[in-house]
């Protein structure tokens, strides 16, 4: 644990010095290309570093954080695009918006459905979270293997929303700036146009509409309903082969290309289901009861991710030393606590 975590230092550290080098050397270069061609060694680099790594949480935070995200931000960034740009007004801001999954709050949108849930249901999903880590993976033994595969996806996404709102806090903090959430509530969503765009992953999401999406729509000068239906698909297409290359970061095996299907499956669901809401004037006549409409979209949702996004996890078993590292990571920082404890009782 201790070597892992001076690899993961060490890291940050060069991708901080990378970032640093972006920050003020292309802002120089006035050409897009040859802004572009300056930033491409840090973005093959950043694809390389999650390599080094053989912890899963250290090499899952490297991979989304940098092989990922900043690699896509650093790109649109040179094309003038993308959340950072404008250039943030310092460094540190700069570093910060590259670095980690974290963007500037924009004006709400009123078409938009937020929901403001009150502070109390953080806790509780850390609660569940705890319970789920702590108790509920001792009887697995005693558990069908589809209920356990449902526990899984409900791990994955408490782990993200309380790890990625952890940090947004952290970073509001440093930063002194409001933050956009990551994640919007996702359960009540009431179609598959609404989880993917405005609840599920708000930062992968807005990514993915700059970089894919809106150049298939833009690619003639006068769009059709074609080339939204093509980017809609094209966009979870390429989701899917990002999601196969950090599965691949993971768990260092040879693709299976589920997860692939699975996103293939889920952009042929939402094409379709733009172009029918777009095209039939009964889905406006006669809208589905909401909370009819949450159960289907979040239980299309569930099925087709146990089905397709869940079995490599337990194929490869690693949802089982994902569990494993998150018990020694308490372990970890238990010992690290009481060593200090005994110091500062002994200076006493």
């Known amino acids: 644990m201790e070597e892992e975590l001076k690899i993961f230092i060490v890291v940050w550290f060069t991708a901080i010095i990378s970032v640093t080098y972006c920050y003020y050397l292309p802002l120089k270069i006035k050409t897009r290309l040859l802004r572009l061609v300056s930033v491409l060694p840090v973005c093959a680099l950043f694809l390389v570093l999650p390599m080094f790594l053989s912890n899963a949480h250290f090499s899952f935070t490297i991979a989304f954080f940098l092989s990922g995200l900043a690699t896509a931000k650093l790109i649109l960034f040179a094309l003038e695009k ?16 590259a670095c980690f999954p974290i963007k500037l709050q924009r004006n ?3 078409d938009e459905n937020h929901n403001h849930f009150p502070k109390w249901v953080f806790p509780v999903k850390v609660f569940i979270f705890c319970i789920l880590l702590l108790q509920v993976y001792d009887y697995k033994q005693y558990l069908p293997p589809n209920f356990m595969l449902g526990l899984y996806s409900l791990h994955i996404y408490l782990e993200l929303e309380i790890s990625l709102t952890l940090i947004k806090f952290l970073v509001t903090i ?13 359960y009540l969503a ?10 599920w992953n708000l930062m992968v999401s807005e990514i993915l509409r700059l970089s894919v999406y809106l150049p298939i729509r833009k690619w003639r000068v006068k769009s059709s309903e074609w080339d939204r239906l093509l980017g809609i698909f094209a966009t979870f297409l390429v989701s899917g082969v990002a999601h196969e290359i950090l599965y691949f970061y993971l768990m260092r095996e040879k693709p299976t290309w589920e997860v ?9 669901c939402t094409a379709a289901e733009v172009a029918v809401k777009r095209k039939t004037k009964l889905v406006q006549r006669w809208p589905l009861n909401p909370a009819l409409s949450r159960l289907l979209t979040v239980g299309f949702v569930f099925v087709t991710g146990v089905w397709l996004f869940s079995p490599q996890l337990i194929r490869n078993g690693f949802m089982e030393r994902f569990t494993n590292e998150e ?18 009782t002994s200076l006493k």
């Open 260 to 268: 692939s299907w699975f996103f293939v499956l889920h952009g042929i």
């Open 82 to 97: 993308g959340p950072l740009f404008p250039v943030p007004p310092n460094l540190l801001h700069f570093i910060c918006f």
């Open 190 to 199: 009431t179609s598959l146009h609404e989880f993917w765009s405005h609840r």
């Open 327 to 344: 018990l020694l990571f308490i372990d970890f920082f238990k010992r690290k606590l009481f060593i200090l404890l005994g110091l500062f």
């Open 174 to 186: 440093t930063l002194g700036c409001d933050l956009e959430p990551h994640f919007n509530e996702p």
């Open 108 to 110: 709400p949108n009123p």
